[in-house]
């Protein structure tokens, strides 16, 4: 499950925006229907220049970092979670 926490540009620093999105992110075990682990992956950018354009390729920049974030929590709780093979069969 993900929810939307921040997904925003922050023009208090300038003229240009820095863009900030943060994912509310829940991983879980779909046979078992629990939650495994609860985090929250961010991401952001500054965007190149005030224009409309610009400020989308630094949303699309930001939202690609968060998302990278979740998978990368996404790989580890599955390597964690993934049997040893046993030797002994």
């Known amino acids: 499950q993900i929810d939307i926490r921040r997904?925003?540009?922050d023009?208090?620093?300038g003229a240009v925006p820095t863009v900030h999105v943060a994912l509310g992110c829940t991983l879980g075990r779909r046979l078992e229907?629990?939650?495994v682990?609860?985090?929250v992956a961010e991401g952001s950018a500054t965007a190149t220049?005030?224009?409309?354009g610009?400020?989308?390729e630094a949303f699309e920049s930001a939202v690609q970092?968060?998302?990278?974030g979740l998978a990368k929590h996404?790989?580890?709780?599955?390597?964690?979670?993934?049997?040893?093979p046993s030797m002994n069969r």
């Open 74 to 84: 996404d790989a580890a709780a599955q390597k964690v979670d993934s049997p040893v």
């Open 49 to 52: 220049a005030n224009r409309l």
């Open 7 to 9: 997904f925003e540009a």
């Open 54 to 56: 610009a400020v989308i």
């Open 11 to 13: 023009y208090t620093a």
């Open 65 to 68: 970092s968060a998302l990278d």
């Open 33 to 35: 229907q629990e939650a």
């Open 37 to 39: 682990e609860s985090f």
